[in-house]
């Protein structure tokens, strides 16, 4: 059984229906199978099998502190990006000496932060990082673990948003001049060079253009050699893609096998960061619809959640598939008859032409139906906001037949919780 399936009818989460989860706690809400995310982890662990290594999960595809929970219980790592998802994931029970931090802006203050937390690793992104990384380190009295994330040049044909692996993408130190930044990082007695890492970009679903920058950074890793720098892991980051639509993923374990391949005999540990395909399939946003508005050039599907809550299709063009959480329960009174099957525009309240969460959508569709916006695990609460002074979704953890309120929906209170009136008016 999948995580989310039709069964008489209705569409499942486990053993739960959506439907009843959407009356339990309103809509729009963000469902997760704890099911799903623990055997998409378990992928990456047992392709990984007993190499050397840690698969930690990128924090920023869905940082509910529930979720992190559940991969904690699992033996998860963690990919971290900012001071804040180190927080969540101590909250969480996670392990701080299986927490890698990258991200090119950290601070002073966040690099003393997971220093004194014991983390694994600080993947460095620029020559000037290194100098503050050395001087925190200096601060907190112990020495920082580094990895160099390079910049492999290589084009990994996804969204320009979500490429991260060229020469014009912020990321990473370019890889022609790796040898010198290591060197430099060398001289700081602060600083324990222990590794090299590099992320190309997410959801590929070709695995060349990650063999193509491990070919790269392998030759590195010998430059680094020949120079007395040694390196005990190399961290290929994420990126693996998920099926939104027709898309065909690589297998795991194959990709696992072909890395480990091509390190074989090189006493290195293997760490990987992915995000999007651990949770993204393990999760959807209900919504209702609120009207009809057929034109005469297009039918508008209008329902309660926005791209406040999943910015996915307006900023990336992403398509996720749109479901009812009923099959075939329309009623006409008058002529017993199912509504007629339109190609809807799904689109949400928020006064922007972009807000939009599916377009051109074979459904039919009456008022009050509850919609399943799939593959909404990831990237989708994360990046929610308060635009148009819309309160955020609630979350819901399922285990099998219980659902788990695992964030309340907000308030209005939440909403304005910082702001002052001022006093003198």
Not at 169 to 177: A, E, S, T, W, Y
Not at 229 to 254: F, Q
Not at 290 to 317: G, S, W
Request: aromatic fraction near 8%; include cysteine.
């Amino acid at each position: 059984m999948s995580n989310f399936e039709y069964q008489n009818g209705q569409l499942m989460a486990e053993k739960c229906t959506l439907s009843s989860i959407a009356t339990t706690y309103g809509t729009p809400t963000f469902v997760y199978s704890k099911s799903a995310i623990e055997q998409a982890y378990m992928n990456y662990a047992n392709a990984l099998g007993e190499h050397s290594g840690m698969i930690c999960y990128a924090v920023k595809a869905n940082s509910n502190i529930a979720v992190l929970q559940v991969l904690a219980k699992c033996g998860a790592g963690f990919d971290i990006v900012s001071k804040g998802e180190l927080q969540r994931v101590l909250k969480a029970g996670g392990d701080p000496a299986r927490i890698i931090f990258s991200g090119v802006g950290k601070t002073t203050a966040e690099m003393v932060f997971a220093i004194r937390a014991g983390i694994a690793c600080f993947n460095v992104e620029s020559h000037a990082e290194i100098a503050r990384l050395a001087a925190a380190a200096a601060t907190a009295g112990i020495n920082a673990p580094v990895s160099l994330r390079v910049n492999p040049n290589v084009d990994a044909k996804t969204h320009p948003y979500i490429s991260t692996g060229l020469k014009e993408n912020k990321f990473g130190i370019d890889i022609l001049h790796a040898l010198e930044v290591y060197q430099y990082a060398k001289t700081f007695e602060t600083l324990d060079i222990v590794g090299v890492d590099c992320h190309i970009g997410s959801q590929l679903t070709d695995t060349t253009p990650f063999i193509d920058a491990l070919d790269k950074v392998l030759e590195l890793v010998d430059t680094l050699a020949k120079n007395d720098i040694h390196l005990k892991h190399i961290d290929l980051g994420g990126g693996i893609g998920v099926t939104y639509k027709d898309e065909v993923p690589p297998s795991i374990s194959d990709y696992l096998a072909s890395i480990k391949t091509k390190i074989a005999g090189r006493n290195l540990s293997l760490i990987l960061e992915p995000g999007r395909s651990i949770v993204a399939n393990a999760g959807v946003l209900l919504t209702e619809v609120e009207y009809l508005k057929p034109t005469e050039h297009k039918d508008f599907a209008i329902v309660d959640a926005a791209m406040n809550d999943n910015i996915r299709p307006a900023l990336y063009q992403a398509w996720q598939d749109i479901l009812p959480v009923k099959q075939n329960t329309h009623n006409n009174a008058d002529n017993n008859t199912q509504p007629e099957a339109k190609n809807w525009d799904i689109v949400g309240p928020v006064c922007e032409t972009g807000d939009f969460l599916g377009k051109d959508r074979t459904l039919a569709l009456q008022q009050g139906d509850i919609l399943a916006m799939m593959s909404a695990g990831a990237y989708g609460f994360v990046m929610s906001s308060n635009y148009n002074s819309r309160t955020r979704a609630a979350e819901v953890l399922i285990d099998k037949d219980k659902p788990y309120l695992v964030r309340k929906r907000e308030t209005f209170d939440d909403l304005i919780n910082g702001e002052q009136l001022l006093q003198h008016i």
